[in-house]
């Protein structure tokens, strides 16, 4: 498994320096992409996609960041793989300039496999596989293989010590794999003419551009499931449970890999929390500018009207069953303190609101208010105040009903109102801690690494998913399952090498417009002039 993830991110990481000339000289082989994906089995969570020239392959010659992602080992694997099979005589034209889909699996033996999906080059010959099992190959062993009914060969690497499954699925359309059990489910697979996996990109979209990635959001939970050792684990919970598709397009960088595209919520699925944000206008947000220094990760949530999302979250609650519970909390509230809660927060609360996850697992709430002076009294009243500033909530769940899901993990937590701010903190360690924070700016807007990466972000969402590698890299050792993060944490092999990840949602026409970004970790100024030249 580990190396098959390592054959997808040194994939997924050449595309950043493909030269424009290599771009220009892309053809249409995207034009049947459809024909192509169908035959991905669906319990596929991500597709990528690319165009197997020689052109690609060139770049993973003497380039640091390729090394930082999959090291030296891997990528000679992966050379060897390319060198001995497909650069053989016999072989080198049968997938040349076609487009290979690389998905991503969650299988039943709890890790994630690879599948290698591509159709034969238009003039190819396809007995060629035969044609090559005849011959001795040095370092290979071709031999045939049939798998539920489907022509194929089992294809040893002497120098890997592994095998290699690859199959004619369906009209010349070959998928392969390490696994030979995801094999055969591609063999097996019979797809739903009436629904697509993915969503698809236009056949002009698909052929002028440099790589996508396609995401089927409903099958990140069970990947995430066989990555992390608890299944529940909130890192991006409300990203995982989107009923939709994404398709999305690279963007030429040096330093980063960044994919803009759109994500389609599926109609006719249960909705989920951020289908609420797909109805607002986006903004320009500002939340970020006082999130801590020590923020591992963090979910912004930005509405231009607060009246039609707070409403919009009632039906939600309503729809979900949770009509009672909610109406029996606030009028309780009434019956105690005399306080319509509810009323007064909805007139009051801003346009934004966070929760942020710091590298010590403090978590702390963040939202927006009109005036926080005229807040002040109305939760004054409905909790036990520790001091004149701070407070311990008496109602459980009142984030939660107040803001919705994103919230759920505060129960009965401290609050305190800074300036125009109102905080929740699951303890009174973690609220002065925010409060340091705040009152001696240390921020991470602070520090340059930061609005490197912010420049490269849209100014404007309703949601963005955030994470600080470093800062999160203890929390991830606590949370991955030994092998997940032997690969994480590897100095070949290592996120370390990247500063930070987001994934930013804006609405538009009751989707999104969706944007990816993955930013390398500035190089380092007492490298050697050889270091810096590669880094760039």
């Not at 919970?237 to 980063?256: C, E, G």
């Not at 890299?473 to 370390?496: H, V």
Request: charged content about 20%; aromatic content about 12%.
């Amino acid at each position: 498994m580990r190396r098959l993830i390592l054959f997808t991110l040194v994939l997924v990481a050449a595309t950043v320096f493909v030269t424009v000339k290599y771009f220009k000289s892309l053809n249409t082989s995207g034009v049947h992409a459809a024909n192509v994906m169908r035959t991905i089995p669906d319990s596929a969570a991500a597709v990528f996609e690319f165009t197997n020239d020689k052109g690609f392959y060139d770049i993973f010659n003497d380039n640091s960041l390729l090394g930082s992602l999959a090291g030296d080992q891997n990528i000679a694997d992966l050379d060897t793989v390319r060198k001995a099979l497909l650069s053989h005589p016999v072989l080198q034209s049968v997938f040349d300039a076609s487009n290979v889909y690389i998905s991503l699996h969650p299988t039943t033996d709890n890790e994630p496999d690879l599948l290698l999906t591509a159709a034969l080059n238009k003039d190819a010959d396809p007995t060629a596989f035969d044609a090559a099992a005849r011959q001795k190959i040095p370092g290979l062993l071709i031999t045939p293989l049939t798998l539920a009914d489907k022509k194929g060969y089992t294809i040893y690497f002497t120098s890997l010590k592994k095998r290699f499954y690859l199959i004619n699925t369906e009209a010349n359309i070959y998928s392969s794999s390490f696994s030979k059990a995801l094999v055969e489910k591609a063999a097996r697979y019979r797809p739903d003419k009436d629904r697509h996996a993915f969503l698809l990109l236009p056949d002009q979209q698909n052929s002028n551009s440099l790589a996508n990635l396609y995401i089927n959001y409903a099958h990140l939970s069970p990947l995430f499931g066989q990555l992390f050792r608890d299944q529940n684990t909130d890192l991006f919970k409300s990203f995982r449970l989107l009923p939709a598709l994404a398709a999305l397009n690279l963007n030429y960088r040096t330093d980063a890999l960044m994919f803009n595209g759109y994500t389609n919520i599926e109609q006719g699925k249960p909705a989920s929390y951020l289908n609420l944000f797909s109805r607002q206008a986006p903004i320009e947000t500002h939340l970020k500018e006082i999130y801590p220094a020590t923020v591992a990760y963090s979910m912004d949530m930005a509405v231009a009207n607060p009246t039609t999302f707070l409403r919009d979250l009632t039906d939600f609650h309503d729809r979900a069953g949770l009509k009672k519970e909610r109406d029996t909390l606030f009028k309780r509230i009434k019956t105690e303190t005399g306080i319509n809660l509810r009323e007064e927060f909805n007139k009051l609360v801003g346009n934004e609101f966070a929760v942020v996850t710091t590298r010590y697992r403090e978590k702390f709430a963040l939202i927006t208010i009109k005036d926080g002076s005229d807040l002040r009294p109305f939760m004054t009243n409905v909790s036990t105040m520790v001091n004149d500033d701070v407070g311990e909530l008496n109602y459980n769940k009142l984030p939660y009903f107040l803001l919705g899901d994103a919230f759920n993990v505060f129960k009965r937590p401290y609050f305190r109102i800074v300036d125009n701010y109102l905080i929740f903190a699951n303890s009174l360690k973690e609220i002065n801690s925010y409060y340091d924070s705040y009152i001696n700016t240390k921020f991470l807007t602070k520090t340059a690494d930061y609005n490197r990466f912010d420049d490269l972000l849209a100014e404007k969402s309703n949601v963005a998913f955030f994470i600080n590698f470093k800062n999160a890299q203890l929390i991830l050792k606590n949370d991955l399952k030994p092998n997940t993060y032997k690969a994480y944490s590897s100095n070949k092999l290592s996120l370390k090498n990247f500063y930070a990840a987001s994934y930013q949602f804006t609405a538009a026409d009751n989707n999104f417009f969706t944007n990816f970004c993955i930013q390398k970790n500035p190089a380092d100024s007492a490298a050697s002039p050889k270091a810096l030249k590669n880094s760039q």
